[in-house]
């Protein structure tokens, strides 16, 4: 796929069946991954993949995160689930690395920019891919489960497979309305 046409028609595709990403197409996505602009090459990130059955493992977690914030049975019986919308599920973690030169929310912004960049790699490779947060990337008992330390975070989940449907392509916004000359923000 052309970058350009890559970048101006990237959409998120929540309906995901197997196969999952080959070996090679996840390889890409990996390299991907860790190609974003990383300010003193801290690599403050860690992705952890869960496919297979190891999506019970993260169903499990999910679970055990909804009992513990006293959800309804229906809903942590669905938490379980949520794991096996899509072949593959990567999540994306914040390890922050002190640092005097690149404060957190520069860290922040690089796995940000690590999990879209995983993301535009499985639209090019003809794969889907969705973004998802919510409550469980937010979750304390999640986040330890998960390996984070008190000051990492769970940026998102990816949840990557084959497209189910054809994926929808976003129409085109007015890009004017979101960009300004500078002189018409900044006074003398």
Request: include cysteine.
């Amino acid at each position: 796929m052309d970058a350009l046409k890559l970048l101006t028609t990237r959409s998120s595709m929540p309906r995901l069946v197997e196969p999952s990403p080959s070996e090679e197409q996840l390889e890409l996505i990996r390299k991907a991954a860790i190609r974003v602009p990383d300010h003193m090459n801290l690599s403050p990130y860690r992705f952890i993949e869960f496919s297979g059955r190891d999506r019970g493992l993260l169903g499990d977690i999910y679970q055990q995160a909804a009992r513990l914030n006293n959800f309804s049975e229906q809903r942590i019986e669905q938490a379980g689930q949520l794991p096996f919308r899509a072949p593959l599920i990567i999540a994306s973690c914040l390890r922050y690395v002190d640092n005097d030169k690149v404060p957190r929310n520069e860290q922040l912004a690089c796995v940000a920019c690590a999990t879209m960049a995983m993301q535009q790699a499985c639209f090019a490779q003809d794969l889907g891919a969705i973004w998802r947060t919510g409550w469980l990337a937010e979750d304390d008992y999640v986040r330890e489960q998960l390996g984070c330390h008190e000051d990492d975070e769970i940026v998102g989940f990816l949840y990557i497979g084959t497209p189910a449907v054809p994926t929808p392509i976003k129409p085109e916004q007015d890009y004017s309305e979101f960009f300004v000359a500078a002189t018409n923000v900044i006074s003398d």
